[in-house]
C-alpha cells in the first residue's frame, strides 16, 4: 500500500479507475428509490436486512492532507505479509461458537488454500471441505497489533465473491476494547456483502446505543451491480465527528457524532482492521447456502490507511 506520484485520491490512476473500477456515480439510485427497493426485498425473501440511514447530510469538509501511514500493495506471492497481517482463527468456540453469528466456516492460520497473495492481489478464499468437524473453511486476516489508528481514511479495492451462502466483509474493531466487550467498544463495518443480495453493498456502524441486538445499528446501502465480477474501491473516512462511507469516491452513508457518550461515540479509540468471508451465518445464511458454488474469494487489489499531517 504505497502512494505514487500522480495518483487520483483512490490510488489509482484515471485510466485505471475508469478501465477496472467503473464509477457507480450515474447507477447509484435516489434514496427514496434504494429504500423501496429494499423494502421489496426484506418483504419478498423474508431477511432481515434494515437500512436506516438517517437523512443525507451536507458532504463534509477537507479536513486537511492526508499522508500514507501504512499499505499492502499485495506485490509478493505466497502468503499475506506476517509483519502487516495476523489471523483470527477457529470457529469462535467455546466462548463465541460460529463468531457469534452461527457462521458455519473455520478460519484457519498461514494456510494457503484460504489465504495468499498470487498476481498482484490477496486472495481470501472460502472452501467447502471437511476440516475437522466442520464442512467449510475460510481466512481472517486481522492487522491487530500491526496496524491500528484512531480516525484516518482507508481506502481498499476489492472483487467480492458471489453465490447464495457467501458473507464477505471488510470491517473494523476496537484494538484495547476502552469501553468494554461488543458492542460497547464499537464497530465500523466499512462493506458488507450478502450473496442472497448481489447487487447490494452495506455499510454499518454498531455502538452501546446502535446494534443489531437492538435493531438500532446505523446501516447504509447502495446499489453496485457488478460487485461480484469488478474491483470497487471501498472507503471510509473517520475524523473526531463523523463517519463517512464511500465507493468510488461516491459517499453513500454517513454517521455523525451525536455526544460525548461512548454509548453513541466510542470512536476516540484505536480500531485495527479485518478482512474475511464467512460463510452461512444469521445474515449471510438467512436464505441459505448453496452447496454447489465453492470455493469463492474475495481478491483485494490493495489497501492504503491515511492520517492527517
Known amino acids: 500500500m504505497r502512494a505514487a506520484v500522480g495518483r487520483t485520491s483512490t490510488g489509482r490512476s484515471a ?14 439510485l435516489p434514496r427514496q428509490a434504494r429504500l423501496a427497493a429494499l423494502l421489496l426485498v426484506a418483504l419478498g425473501c423474508g431477511d432481515q436486512i ?21 499499505s499492502d500493495e499485495f506485490d509478493a506471492d505466497g502468503l499475506p505479509d506476517p509483519d502487516l497481517w495476523g489471523y483470527d482463527v477457529g470457529d469462535g468456540c467455546p466462548n463465541l461458537c460460529g463468531w457469534g453469528n452461527d457462521e458455519l466456516q473455520y478460519y484457519t492460520q498461514t494456510r494457503l488454500e484460504n489465504a495468499r ?24 486476516l486481522v492487522t ?11 481506502e481498499i479495492r476489492a472483487q467480492l465473491p458471489s453465490g447464495v451462502g457467501t458473507w464477505p466483509a471488510i470491517w473494523m474493531l476496537s484494538s484495547g476494547n476502552s469501553y468494554g466487550a461488543w ?24 455502538t452501546a446505543a446502535y446494534n443489531h441486538m ?30 463517512d462511507f464511500y465507493i468510488d469516491d461516491v459517499r453513500f452513508h454517513s454517521f455523525l457524532k451525536e455526544g460525548p457518550s461512548y454509548e453513541v461515540w466510542p470512536f476516540d479509540q484505536p480500531f485495527h482492521l479485518i478482512l474475511n468471508i464467512a460463510v452461512g451465518g444469521t445474515w449471510g445464511g438467512s436464505q441459505g447456502v448453496d452447496e454447489s458454488i465453492w470455493p469463492q474469494r474475495m481478491l483485494v487489489d490493495y489497501i492504503r490507511v491515511y492520517q492527517l499531517q
Open 214 to 243: 437492538l435493531g438500532t445499528q446505523r446501516t447504509g446501502r447502495t446499489a453496485v451491480p457488478d460487485a461480484e465480477s469488478a474491483f470497487h474501491v471501498y472507503a471510509m473516512e473517520w475524523t473526531e465527528t463523523r463517519i
Open 183 to 206: 458492542p460497547a467498544s464499537g464497530e465500523i463495518d466499512i462493506m458488507e456483502h450478502v450473496g442472497f443480495a448481489p447487487d447490494s453493498v452495506f455499510a454499518t456502524v454498531h
Open 144 to 154: 491487530k497489533g500491526k496496524g491500528d489508528w484512531r480516525y484516518g481514511k482507508i
Open 117 to 140: 497473495v498470487e498476481g498482484g492481489a490477496l486472495l481470501i478464499e472460502a472452501r467447502k471441505e471437511l476440516f475437522g468437524s466442520h464442512e467449510f473453511t475460510s481466512a481472517r
Open 50 to 70: 434494515v437500512d436506516n440511514t438517517p437523512p443525507d447530510t451536507e458532504d463534509p469538509e477537507e479536513p486537511g492532507t492526508y499522508t500514507l501511514v501504512w
Open 15 to 28: 485510466s485505471e479507475v475508469s478501465g477496472s473500477a467503473s464509477t457507480i456515480r450515474e447507477r447509484r
